[in-house]
């Protein structure tokens, strides 16, 4: 399957973009071939698909189910109970309304920690998205929980594998430190290397946790789980990393974790707001992430970037903090890396992932500084997504699913979740 993208604004100038089954195979000057699908890229500009490398997809139906609350509180008295309730078919119909939001938003990879695996691979699959998904693990320090967690974390690695399908791989995902015993934790490193697969974990969100681990095992959360060789020979991606001390941050660089910050998420829940300039002054790997729906409560991925661009300037009053090609490298070569996919750029070689966005939108004009629209003005409404080397989205309509339904069914599942 060959598809060409004629004289499209990629890379700094206007070229085409050959693509080969899943591969961008040539950029540059390509003479239209028989049996190539045309794209004509004329008004349009080209960039890499977004990486979103913290979700919990499913909880697209709990939006707006409980705001303003801080979040143990939150997690507590709403959304644990709420998801009690879940089954396969629920976390199914939930995913496919965040697939059809995230592309919709050009968002073509995410970073997934829920339940129910069956249903959110059923659901991506069909999709056309790719995604790293892991089941997210709680033994609330019970040993009875933790064998079970152990065995269910098991079971879903290798459900995803026989798989077979190249754009879903597995992942761990033990919740965080104050709901996983160190029991778990040392499994879930032992597993990490076994299956070579990386570790997906909340870290140091609020200071009621922080204050909690520092209570119960006498360090802060990233101290006390390097103690025990938690974060060696494995690639973790940590989830907000709000609050960190400097010896934290001295080990997340150490140990060559990838951050996920989640701006809005964290601004929501008043959970506070990384310290991104210290972390992107070690050099640190960092990435964005929206969270759950239940506390951002979108998935459009640019208003991450855009959040991440502006939130620093103002607490360090340096307007120079962060700038829009940093911000958008958040949202893509560093969550490629993150991933471990050849994604997040448009380079021969790399994976065909990649969002045409249609320049005639007010807020793109004058085609002045198209880095700079993207991250401060864009409001993500992209117009064509390929992932994989598959045509996904054509001038804004999806081809993989049914959008009606997907509305449809969302509301079904939200009254049984509400009931
Ligand atoms: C995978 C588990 O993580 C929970 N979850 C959702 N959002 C957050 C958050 N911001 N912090 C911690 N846990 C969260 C989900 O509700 C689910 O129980
Ligand atoms: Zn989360």
Known sequence: ML???KNVYVNGKRQDILIEDNIIKKIGEIKKEEEMEIIDGTKK??????????????????????DDLPLMEWLNNHIWKMEAKLNEEIVYWGTLLGCVEMIKTGTTTFNDMYFFLEGIAKAVDESGMRAVLAYGMIDLFDEEKREKEIKNAEKYINYIKDLNNRRITPALGPHA????????LLEVNKLAKKYKIPIHI?????????????????????????EFGFFDGVDVIAAHCVHLSEEEIKIIKEKNISVSHNPISNLKLA???APIPKLL??????????????????LNLFEEIKCSAILHKGTTLDPTIVKAEEAFNFATKNGAKALNVKAGDIREGYLADLVLINVNKPQLRPISNIKSHLVYSFNGCVDDVIIDGKIVMREGDIITLDEEEI?????????????
């Open 271 to 273: 959970s506070g707001i």
């Open 3 to 5: 598809i060409l993208i």
């Open 177 to 184: 430190p104050y709901t996983c015993s160190k029991e778990l």
């Open 202 to 226: 909340h870290m140091n969100e609020t200071l009621d946790e922080i204050k909690m681990i520092k209570e119960k095992f006498g360090k802060e959360p990233f101290l006390y789980l390097n």
């Open 281 to 298: 002054n070690e050099g640190i790997n960092t990435t964005l992430g929206t969270d759950g729906c239940g506390s951002n409560n979108n």
């Open 45 to 66: 500009i080209a960039i890499p698909g977004l990486i979103n490398t913290h979700t919990h997809i499913p909880m697209t139906l709990f939006r707006g189910v409980a």
């Open 407 to 419: 509305y449809e069914k969302a509301e079904e599942m939200y009254a049984i979740l509400s009931a």
